[in-house]
């Protein structure tokens, strides 16, 4: 497989797994969504394997300006410790911002107390911006998920919809050129808390950014190809959708 990196203002898949089994089996990788903007370096959802996936496409995260946890699912989480330790080279550098919900800090830690000294921490609220290093993110609404989860809207130019079911405000408050979302499903499952792609058609009935990226596949999806969904939907409704595979590379 051929190894990708990116340059300024480039955005980088570094896994698309999504589910517990294809996550934990490896069936897709789960190192997150990482991005450079203004020439910095941030993360959005370490998963198992983010450490390893970075380097490997020659991202450096003693090189990060900051972190971005939508929840402490493991699936996004399971190597944010990892990755802080690297982005402040063991603790000797004083390096970064991690934002993250504060049930992924306190209630029930996925990240580490110990080292917290060594990068600012910043719990995450709803409807709020942040300033990181330059780039700004903007917050939506508290999602409709199984523990705190936040998606956001990063320096005007992508959306993040992370796990959440599917409600109406979804289109209107994740408004940018480019959306991401994390659609596990590919029909609707009762009892889970999370997208399908009957979601999708809801979400550009309402609003067709210019790009709309599915991602985080469970098994079922996965079985069902979703590159072969994704161009059904972009025939039906005429926008852009694309689903995003390991080392998909998109400008911003
Ligand atoms: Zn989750």
Request: glycine share 8%; aromatic share 12%.
């Amino acid at each position: 497989m051929r190894i990708n990196t990116i340059h300024n203002n480039q955005l980088i898949f570094l896994g698309t797994a999504g589910g517990r089994f294809t996550v934990f089996n490896q069936l897709r990788k789960s190192g997150g969504i990482w991005f450079k903007l203004n020439d910095k370096l941030f993360a959005i959802d370490p998963g198992p394997g983010a450490l390893v996936e970075s380097i490997k496409h020659k991202l450096l995260p003693n090189q990060l300006s900051g972190i971005f946890l939508s929840h402490r699912h493991l699936d996004h989480s399971a190597d944010i410790n990892s990755v802080i330790e690297s982005m402040t080279e063991g603790g000797h550098k004083k390096r970064g911002v991690v934002i993250a919900p504060q049930d992924a800090t306190e209630t029930d830690p996925v990240i580490l107390r110990y080292n917290r000294k060594n990068y600012d921490l910043i719990n995450t609220k709803e409807f709020s911006s942040y300033n990181l290093d330059g780039i700004k993110i903007e917050t939506q609404c508290r999602h409709r998920h199984t523990v705190e989860t936040y998606g956001g809207i990063f320096a005007e130019k992508f959306a993040y919809i992370p796990d959440t079911s599917y409600f109406e405000e979804l289109p209107v408050l994740y408004k940018a050129d480019i959306v991401i979302a994390n659609v596990v499903f590919c029909h609707k499952k009762a009892g889970f808390k999370h997208m399908n792609s009957d979601d999708i058609y809801r979400f550009l009935d309402v609003y067709k950014p210019k790009k709309f990226i599915i991602t985080h596949f469970g098994l079922s999806f996965l079985k069902e190809k979703p590159w072969e969904i994704a161009k059904e939907i972009s025939d039906k409704t005429g926008c852009d959708v694309t689903a995003a595979y390991d080392g998909m590379v998109i400008d911003l």
